[in-house]
């Protein structure tokens, strides 16, 4: 099921009135920061969608206030989200930002939308909890026009040998408490491994775990 939203109200005033919203339903750490009129994206999120152009997907709705944050001047922001009530309050946010929208029903290995359709593709907390996060980046590769980028923002692994371990170690129940969230992951490895060079990457701790944050293209 599609929901198709177009060029209703301001964006900062719909920001204002729906709070700092969650990353992934299974994240749900904000996107923004601050109240009231101080309240902006958060600087991951800025660094995530800066310059973006064109038709961008992101996988997951989280509770779609993302939406939010993105740059104007886009051609049209794609959401795909399984779960038809995380679809229905992206409505809400998707009515007040000035981007056409489109909410569709999709997988992280089944998204909706023709091949080499989109400029970009944005993961944010979603390959460190796919079970094969291979499939999804091939998706990604199938639905991304030439030259187009893999934007994301995901855990990865430590470099450090002991705290490595530790994630490994509390892999199994931290994956049931968060959404199969998996913060051993080797999400950098697993990108080059799907076919993509990285352009830019930056290691960003979050509450003194290890994430990386950065850009990705076919290649």
Not at 50 to 66: C, F, Y
């Amino acid at each position: 099921m599609a929901v198709r939203i177009r060029d209703h109200g301001d964006p900062s005033d719909t920001r204002n009135r729906l709070g700092s919203g969650m990353e992934q339903f299974h994240h749900p750490r904000p996107v923004c920061t601050g109240v009231g009129n101080g309240l902006r994206p958060t600087p991951q999120r800025v660094r995530l969608l800066a310059g973006l152009t064109g038709r961008v997907l992101e996988i997951g709705a989280g509770d779609g206030i993302k939406l939010t944050c993105f740059p104007t001047g886009l051609d049209e922001i794609v959401l795909v989200e399984p779960d038809p009530f995380l679809r229905a309050a992206a409505q809400t946010p998707a009515a007040g930002v000035s981007t056409p929208v489109r909410i569709l029903d999709g997988t992280p290995t089944r998204l909706p939308v023709p091949d080499a359709s989109c400029d970009a593709v944005i993961c944010s907390l979603v390959l460190c909890c796919v079970v094969r996060p291979e499939a999804t980046l091939s998706e990604v590769r199938r639905v991304l026009r030439p030259g187009g980028e893999l934007r994301f923002y995901e855990h990865q692994r430590s470099g450090s040998p002991v705290v490595s371990l530790i994630e490994v170690m509390a892999g199994p129940l931290w994956a049931r408490v968060c959404g199969g969230c998996r913060p051993a992951s080797d999400v950098v490895t697993a990108i080059g491994r799907a076919g993509f060079g990285i352009e830019r990457l930056d290691r960003v701790p979050f509450r003194r775990v290890s994430h990386v944050l950065g850009v990705a293209r076919p290649a």
